[in-house]
T-cell receptor
Framework: AQSVTQPDIHITVSEGASLELRCNYS??????LFWYVQSPGQGLQLLLK??????LVQGIKGFEAEFKRSQSSFNLRKPSVHWSDAAEYFC?????????????FGKGTKLSVKP | DAGITQSPRHKVTETGTPVTLRCHQT?????MYWYRQDPGHGLRLIHY???????DKGEVSDGYSVSRSKTEDFLLTLESATSSQTSVYFC???????????????FGPGTRLTVT
């Protein structure tokens, strides 16, 4: 069955430090992968997506992610974290058929930023 | 931001009462989804729609029904609310592959529902 695992429930980093959030997926076909961010009390905002081509994808707010098929991973990175990056981050994989796809989400990683 | 609104944004209701949540979009997207978000569970799909009057069940559909009579509106109904349905509910939309090469979804602001 398709699944997404985010091993870290909560991560704390210092402002200005680098960040890597881990995501592992299980899906038999070519995966379409996403990272979303959710600020407190808000909806989910798409950070970036991978569906083909270059395995290093750039997103908004200075985030990037690298797709590694051999490791079934799609880790999110940012070289220098800002206090405004404190939020919850969700990795998702699309299960698809025809012209429609459903998303399966990981349980999320909450990011706290220390001043 | 995608034009998605949800109403109400907050609701408190009693066990056993019917509740309807509304999702409205201005993007003319074909697909619409209802998710619930609970601590430790991430987002789980309740129902989705692939066109007017075309709907299907998701992972956690028991106790919920949906309707879509217009492209822009997708209603989620709890026929008889229970405390286990206390949650934050999100609506999402996406285009079909005719217009997009991916399956990205855009989310509304959410409805916080408390069942007492």
């Amino acid at each position: 069955a398709q699944s997404v695992t985010q091993p870290d429930i909560h991560i704390t980093v210092s402002e200005g430090a680098s960040l890597e959030l881990r995501c592992n997926y299980s899906y038999g076909a070519t995966p379409y992968l996403f990272w979303y961010v959710q600020s407190p009390g808000q909806g989910l905002q798409l950070l970036l997506k991978y569906f083909s081509g270059d395995t290093l994808v750039q997103g908004i707010k200075g985030f990037e992610a690298e797709f590694k098929r051999s490791q079934s991973s799609f880790n999110l990175r940012k070289p220098s974290v800002h206090w405004s990056d404190a939020a919850e981050y969700f990795c998702a994989v699309a299960t698809y058929g025809g012209s429609q796809g459903n998303l399966i989400f990981g349980k999320g990683t909450k990011l706290s930023v220390k001043p | 931001d995608a034009g998605i609104t949800q109403s109400p944004r907050h609701k408190v209701t009693e066990t056993g009462t019917p509740v309807t949540l509304r999702c409205h979009q201005t993007e003319n997207h074909r697909y619409m989804y209802w998710y619930r978000q609970d601590p430790g569970h991430g987002l789980r799909l309740i129902h989705y729609s692939y066109g007017v009057k075309d709907t299907d069940k998701g992972e956690v559909s028991d106790g919920y029904s949906v309707s879509r009579s217009k492209t822009e509106d997708f209603l989620l109904t709890l026929e008889s609310a229970t405390s286990s349905q206390t949650s934050v509910y999100f609506c999402a939309i996406s285009e079909s592959l005719l217009h997009s090469s991916s399956y990205e979804q855009y989310f509304g602001p959410g409805t916080r529902l408390t069942v007492t």
